[in-house]
């Protein structure tokens, strides 16, 4: 424990959860409150996915400054993921928490009244930053009243079953938002829920007992290096930029030299010595590259050359969180069953034949024939992968370094998904042409790169996750 210890994790507590199959009430409330954490950052994301169209047409956005809605957020995210993870391990968690949120939902209510795109793309960070915060105290509680095993395989399942459901109830509603209101509605919704979501965190949530406070150096320094890096790689991914280039590695090399001397370190490397969490960690930025690659090109494809419309294409890629809750429902039993690796080597090789068979989509044809089938199998990957890579992230990890181990994993889906996006923009518009035909083998290349990738690092994974 860290000196935080929250009330639900004394041992009662985990005698409660030993039971697995019988979580008491005030154990469930709490379960629901630290997944609808998570659920306001995956919800965000969805949400936006099917304005993207109307947003570049509003604000006379390319796809390459278009993108930077979702970098924008990703970057911010990535950047501030292990600061967020040190200020759970050192202060309150739940109050770590609820500012976190806090400054999520002030970049919501920034970006709904948004009227420039690079007004909106700084909400975007702001919001980005305050999902960074939030997030690692969120896993930390988590692993606090969940003893490692069956319970908290159980309690990880419920806890990505939540973000998948927010994921497919963002999608929805972000389509009917953007047809009925305009899309700055969909910023005001995520206002909306993050507001509820620091009502529950005050009154489900016990807070730290009396006396257990301490003052440790925040690495700031740190902070501001590995921000600085992240934002580097992705300028020089998405505009191939040889300065940004050099930036990074110099602000990367700055990060490591600064770490090894900094008497609070961001980041103890010593968390890497663990099997598990080195193969979270490859698995965690693959799974978001692969992820957030497809769901950027999705709604491209969908409405800009099957023509539907965003609600449609929202309902389009509802089964995908049906499906990955049903996988995640399931994955903490079967991990108990078969063990982390084999589950998440299976998870990612689903992931890659569901995204390459979409390498098959034309510029006209059936949803049911060229779209639902990847569909369904890259969701059922999805919920298996996903519960995996996260119970491998804390796995041989000291509970005191638990919220930074947390935020390191996120970190590493962050920067896959903000420069795996930026990427893939890149990748697929640099063919020839620009009309309809020549964006999608734009896209089927961008499909086969995510589905190569993905199978390559399950591959690699066999290797990395032993003991």
Same mark, same amino acid.
């Given at each position: ?82 600061? =967020? ?48 915060? &939030? ?7 988590? &692993? ?10 159980? %309690? ?46 005050? $009154? ?7 006396g257990r406070a301490r003052v440790l150096a925040l690495d700031v320094p740190g902070a501001v290096l590995v921000t600085s890096a992240i934002v580097a790689v992705s300028v020089a991914v998405s505009q191939a930029g040889t300065g940004a280039a050099v930036a990074f590695v110099v602000l990367a090399a700055g990060f490591v ?29 693959? *799974? $978001?590259?692969?992820?957030?690659? $497809? ?32 996988? &995640?429902?399931? %994955? ?5 069953? *078969? ?39 890259? &969701? ?31 970190? %590493?889906?962050?920067?896959?998904? =903000?420069?795996?996006? %930026? ?18 083998? =734009? ?25």
């Amino acid at each position: 424990m860290t000196g935080h210890g929250w009330a639900l994790a004394k041992p009662a507590a985990r005698r409660e959860c030993d039971a697995v199959t019988s979580f008491s009430p005030r154990l469930w409330a709490a379960l629901t409150v630290l997944a609808a954490t998570v659920a306001l950052d995956i919800g965000s994301v969805a949400v936006v996915n099917p304005a993207l169209p109307a947003i570049g047409r509003s604000l006379g956005m390319d796809d390459a400054l278009l993108q930077w809605t979702t970098t924008g957020y990703g970057i911010a995210f990535a950047g501030f993921l292990l600061f =967020g993870g040190r200020l759970a391990d050192v202060y309150s968690r739940r109050l770590v928490l609820a500012f976190g949120v806090g400054i999520f939902t002030a970049g919501a209510l920034a970006a709904s009244v948004a009227s420039t795109a690079w007004v909106l793309i700084a909400a975007r960070a702001v919001q980005g930053v305050g999902a960074a915060v &939030s997030v690692p105290s969120a896993i930390a509680l988590l &692993s606090q009243t969940f003893p490692e095993g069956p319970a908290r395989n159980r %309690a990880l399942g419920v806890y990505t079953t939540v973000g998948a459901a927010s994921f497919g109830v963002g999608l929805v509603l972000g389509g009917v938002l953007t047809s009925a209101f305009g899309w700055s509605s969909v910023f005001g919704a995520s206002a909306a829920m993050g507001v509820l979501v620091l009502v529950a965190v005050r $009154f489900v949530l016990p807070g730290p007992a009396a006396g257990r406070a301490r003052v440790l150096a925040l690495d700031v320094p740190g902070a501001v290096l590995v921000t600085s890096a992240i934002v580097a790689v992705s300028v020089a991914v998405s505009q191939a930029g040889t300065g940004a280039a050099v930036a990074f590695v110099v602000l990367a090399a700055g990060f490591v030299a600064w770490e090894r001397r900094a008497p609070e370190p961001l980041f103890p490397v010593g968390i890497l010595r663990s099997g598990p969490v080195r193969a979270a960690t490859l698995s965690g930025g693959l *799974f $978001f590259f692969a992820l957030n690659g $497809f769901l950027f090109f999705a709604p491209l494809y969908m409405q800009g050359i099957l023509g539907f419309s965003a609600l449609w294409s929202g309902l389009a890629v509802l089964p995908m969180s049906v499906l990955v809750a049903v996988g &995640s429902t399931v %994955a903490g039993r079967v991990m108990n069953r *078969f063990g982390q690796r084999r589950v998440l080597v299976v998870g990612l090789v689903l992931m890659a034949v569901g995204i390459v068979s979409w390498i098959r989509t034309p510029l006209a044809g059936s949803y049911w024939t060229y779209l639902l089938p990847g569909i369904v199998v890259m &969701s059922v990957g999805q919920g298996l992968a996903y519960t995996a890579l996260t119970a491998a992230s804390l796995t041989g990890v000291a509970p005191d370094r638990h919220g930074v181990a947390g935020a390191f994993n996120i970190t %590493a889906q962050q920067v896959g998904a =903000g420069v795996g996006v %930026a990427a893939l923009v890149a990748i697929a518009g640099g063919g020839p042409g620009d009309g309809p035909a020549a964006r999608l083998d =734009g896209y089927h290349t961008a499909y086969l790169t995510i589905a190569c990738l993905l199978a390559l690092g399950a591959a690699a994974v066999v290797r990395l996750h032993r003991p």
